[in-house]
Structures are given as structure tokens and as C-alpha cells.
């Protein structure tokens, strides 16, 4: 083991160094804007909704909270089998949720027993004498230490678990292992049709739910995003430097340098912001075009207004002329954001005035 972890270190280091040599940090800039955005996204949660408000204290909870609501509600059938259904409002932006009552009852009877069997079959099979001699287990106790590095490292720097719980994806592959061992090791029990059928049900629900996900998310990127890169390459003026919080689909299709207000590529974006100067980092940069996820002043576009938050939308520096709007009918773009929380309804194009420049 020892043996192992020089050998990972020695692989890591020259990475390492070369980020520092490139960038002055050890982490990659994307990594420290993420972190940063995460942080202020749990503020915002706590500071609306009073019942969370702990969990500003203790903010590496959150990430495996969110995991285990996030489970049950999108992965395990909570969202994808029928009705009848619990319907739960968040308290942030101007949409629920609903948990299936059919799900609650596989939790009960299906998953938390396969999950305990698999449990109680794997700490045997690990705590058996010789285990770090023994190839066969060797497999599963580097998945599972993995596993336990990676949500320590995600609960303790970057704090969510993605769009679509992206972040927490070993979580996921965990968690069907555990069921699909459980099936095998009770396949002498007498309930063994009741959890393989069970399972199998919970499964096929997903799979057609998340079908229409992906499906309403590629319309929403053809038609908002994608669409809106598309319009500032043919409309706005080459000369004219825009910004965007999307520094993905946005600045492949508009062909030309983009300001990154994400903090992904500039991770000084952080102090300017808790400066609150965000708006003065738009006016250094020369930029003249903004886009932005979400309309401000509303709650229709998404949980979290951007530009009121970014302190953007209350500049005396400039004013904001909207001169361009994308979106897609609301109900599908609702499908896919609900599970995925990853963009607003619409893309806003916005036409920077500064003031002195009418003076």
C-alpha cells in the first residue's frame, strides 16, 4: 500500500508542478472557481430557506445530504415512477418537486434491504484474514478506498455534487454494485423474486425518465445556447468583447475570446467579487456585450437570479439594454433542469451602456 501511494505521488508531482509553474496554483484555476461558485451557491440555498440555514456551519455535509435526497429522489425513483406523489417545495425558485409514494415503498422493502445484505456480505469478504495478499479482493479495496477519498475531497473543497450529480458519479456506480450484489447474495432468499423484480422496475423507470431529460436538455442547447453563441458570432461586432458565466457551448460557437465571469480560467475573479467590484472587473476587461443564464428580477428563469447576485444588475458604471432573448417552451426546458439544476430557462444577450462614455 505504502508502495502504491509513492508511486501515485511520484505519477501526480510533475502535474502539479506544472500548474504551479503556469499559474502560481496548485490546483487548476477551473477547480478554484468551482469552489468558490459552490460556496456562494450553499450561502444563497441557507439564506432563503431558514431550515438550512445549519448548514452554512458545517458545509461539507452538504455534499453527502444532497447525495443521499438526490438518490431518492432521481436515481432510485422518487421523480420516475408513478403517481401518486409527495409534493415537496424547496422554497427556492418557482417550482417543486414530488416524490412517488411507489418509491418510498421500493426504498423500504427493496433497496435498504438489498443495500444491508451487500453491506454485511462485503465487510466479511474484507475483513477476512490475508486480505492484502489476496488478488481477488484486492479490486474491491481500491474502489472502496477511492471512493472514500474522493467524496472526503469533494465534501471538504468542493462541497455539491454537480450538475446531475456529476461529481458524485463513483457514489452512483457504488450504488448499483451494492444492489446488483444484493440480488446475488439473497438469491436464496424467498422474497428473491420480490428485489429482483423490484430493482429491475426502479431501473427501467429511470432509464425512460432520464431519456426525457437528455432529450429536453439537447433541445434547450440546440435552441438556447448553442443559438445564442450563434447569434453574437453573426450579430455583435468582432471589436466588441463580450462576458459570460458559459464559457463551454457559448464560447465554442462564437469563435473568438470570451471574458470568463465563472472564475474558471481567472481565479482573481474571486477578489474582485468579495470586493464587490464585479462590476468594475466588466470595465477593466473592455467588455461590451454580456450574456447571462436567467433574466433578473424574475423566478421563473431558475433558482438563482445571476446577475442580481453577481451585483452586475446594480451598477452605476453602466446600465444593462437587453437586446436578445433565447428559450424554450418553459414546461420542456423543465424536464431537464429539475434533475440536473445545470442552466436557467433563458439566455439574455445585454448591451452594456457605460455612463461616462455619454458624458
Known amino acids: 500500500m505504502l508502495v502504491a501511494i509513492l508511486v501515485s505521488a511520484l505519477i501526480c508531482a510533475p502535474w502539479f508542478l506544472y500548474l504551479w509553474l ?27 430557506v431558514e431550515s438550512l440555514a445549519w448548514l452554512s456551519q ?22 420516475a415512477l408513478p403517481a401518486p406523489y409527495l409534493q415537496i417545495d424547496p422554497g427556492v425558485g418557482s417550482f ?10 421500493g426504498l423500504a422493502t427493496v433497496v435498504l434491504p438489498l443495500s444491508w445484505v451487500s453491506f454485511r456480505r462485503v465487510a466479511l469478504f474484507i475483513r477476512g484474514q490475508g486480505w492484502e495478499n489476496d488478488t481477488a479482493r484486492m479490486p474491491l479495496i481500491i474502489f472502496l478506498v477511492w471512493m472514500i477519498l474522493h ?8 462541497p455539491i455534487i454537480g450538475a446531475a450529480s456529476r461529481y458524485a458519479s463513483v457514489n452512483h456506480i457504488a450504488l448499483w454494485l451494492a444492489l446488483g450484489l444484493g ?5 436464496q432468499s424467498r422474497y ?17 425518465y432520464w431519456n426525457r431529460v437528455y432529450d ?11 443559438a445564442a453563441g450563434e447569434y453574437i458570432r453573426e450579430q455583435i461586432p468582432e471589436g466588441e468583447t463580450c462576458a459570460a458565466f458559459d464559457v463551454g457551448a457559448l464560447r465554442y460557437y462564437i469563435q473568438r475570446p470570451l471574458v470568463d465571469l465563472g472564475g474558471l480560467v481567472d481565479p482573481d475573479l474571486v477578489e474582485w467579487h468579495l470586493a464587490g467590484r464585479f462590476d468594475q472587473y466588466l470595465i477593466e476587461n473592455d467588455v461590451a456585450c454580456l450574456v447571462v443564464p436567467g433574466r433578473s428580477g424574475t423566478t421563473e428563469d431558475g433558482v438563482i437570479d445571476i446577475l442580481k447576485e453577481s451585483g452586475l444588475s446594480q451598477s452605476n458604471m453602466y446600465k444593462l439594454q437587453q437586446v436578445k432573448l433565447f428559450q424554450i417552451d418553459r414546461q420542456r426546458w423543465l424536464v431537464g433542469y429539475q434533475p440536473t439544476i445545470n442552466y436557467q430557462a433563458t439566455v439574455a444577450v445585454y448591451k452594456l451602456i457605460k455612463y461616462h462614455l455619454n458624458k
Do not use: C
Open 22 to 48: 503556469r499559474t502560481g496554483h496548485l490546483l487548476p484555476t477551473s477547480g478554484i472557481g468551482r469552489h468558490f461558485s459552490n460556496i456562494i451557491s450553499i450561502q444563497i440555498a441557507t439564506e432563503r
Open 58 to 79: 458545517f458545509p461539507g455535509l452538504a455534499y453527502p445530504l444532497i447525495w443521499i435526497g438526490y438518490s431518492v429522489e432521481f436515481i432510485l425513483g422518487g421523480f
Open 96 to 105: 417543486g418537486y414530488k416524490l412517488s409514494i411507489w418509491a418510498i415503498l
Open 151 to 158: 467524496n472526503l475531497s469533494y465534501m471538504f473543497y468542493l
Open 183 to 187: 440480488v446475488w447474495f439473497g438469491r
Open 192 to 208: 428473491r423474486y420480490w428485489l429482483a423484480a423490484g430493482l429491475a422496475i426502479i431501473a427501467l423507470a429511470n432509464t425512460v
Open 216 to 226: 429536453s436538455n439537447i433541445d434547450h442547447m440546440l435552441n438556447v445556447r448553442i
